[in-house]
């Protein structure tokens, strides 16, 4: 994606040699493509990162503004793909959450359908919110739209995108320190995508995947369980720790990192990476 820029470090009115630099291409580049110049031979995956680093950096130019919407919409867009099952507990609550809080700051939340959305042109919102994407299926997503796309529950290294997911290693000493009887302490998960799984059994002695009732322990085995979900935790008869108001703080990380991405408010690497 480029050279690694660190937002904070900018001061005064963003040129086009910022741009360039940052997006590791020529001073021509970022000219041709901004200004729309025919006859130039520009990869769309290098127009693409032109865009992208324009934006993130606050780039304004006649072009810029058609490409990143002429006017606001005051709508958030969030994007499902593939939730079911208890997962769809967890995630009707953030999003319901999501709505709360958006409406306090005046912007109205959809939810839109993954393949639909990534279809679509043009920018029908002011930014999205993805809900348990795979990196790639998130790359594929956020590369064709030219607003703010906010990641919740997937992983990836990018300062382009704000990402929010769970901070297992703090949930997982809570849980130690909450159950001290058990000697291990098990992961019991709504499905994630598997960066994210990844992730929980690096900390975690175990990690299950709960897709439905059916998959939960029934048995008393000496073992402890962890969960960032309540509606897995209320039908336990074992000892369990329940991160508590996970999907809140998602949804309030969420809703300052879509503000901050829209306003254009400078933040650095590291707090594009947000840990619940």
């Not at 041709?32 to 031979?41: A, D, M, R, T």
């Not at 990869?43 to 006649?62: D, H, I, M, P, W």
């Not at 992730?199 to 962890?226: C, H, M, N, Q, W």
């Not at 809140?248 to 990192?257: G, I, T």
């Given at each position: ?112 359908d993954y393949t639909a959305e990534l279809e679509r042109t043009g920018a029908p919102c002011d930014a999205y919110i993805t809900l348990g994407l795979s990196e790639q299926d998130f790359r594929m997503f956020a590369d064709t739209k030219y607003v703010p ?33 058990c000697e291990e302490i098990t992961l019991l998960t709504h499905p994630l995508p598997e960066e994210c799984l990844a992730g929980a059994e690096k900390v975690f002695d175990g990690v299950t995947v709960i897709r439905s009732l059916r998959d939960l322990p ?59």
């Amino acid at each position: 994606m480029g050279k690694t820029t660190d937002t904070t470090a900018r001061k005064g009115r963003v040129t086009i040699k910022d741009v360039a630099s940052a997006a590791d291409v020529s001073i021509a580049t970022v000219s041709y493509v901004l200004n729309n110049k025919p006859g130039q031979s520009i990869s769309e995956e290098t127009r693409k990162k032109v865009f992208q680093f324009a934006n993130l950096l606050g780039y304004e130019c006649n072009v810029m503004a058609r490409y990143l919407a002429t006017g606001k919409t005051n709508t958030v867009a969030v994007v499902v793909k593939n939730v079911e099952g208890i997962g769809s507990a967890y995630y009707i609550k953030l999003i319901t959450e999501l709505t709360r809080l958006f409406a306090e700051h005046n912007r109205a939340l959809r939810v839109c359908d993954y393949t639909a959305e990534l279809e679509r042109t043009g920018a029908p919102c002011d930014a999205y919110i993805t809900l348990g994407l795979s990196e790639q299926d998130f790359r594929m997503f956020a590369d064709t739209k030219y607003v703010p796309v906010v990641a919740i529950d997937t992983v990836f290294e990018d300062l382009l995108f704000y990402r929010i997911n769970d901070d297992f290693a703090a949930m997982y000493q809570a849980a130690k320190k909450e159950l001290p009887d058990c000697e291990e302490i098990t992961l019991l998960t709504h499905p994630l995508p598997e960066e994210c799984l990844a992730g929980a059994e690096k900390v975690f002695d175990g990690v299950t995947v709960i897709r439905s009732l059916r998959d939960l322990p029934t048995e008393l085995s000496g073992t402890g369980y962890a969960t960032q979900s309540r509606f897995i935790a209320d039908f336990l008869h074992c000892p369990v720790f329940c991160a508590k108001n996970s999907f809140e703080l998602k949804a309030s990380a969420a809703v300052e990192a879509v503000n901050k991405a829209i306003g254009r408010v400078d933040s650095s690497a590291a707090e594009h990476n947000i840990e619940i």
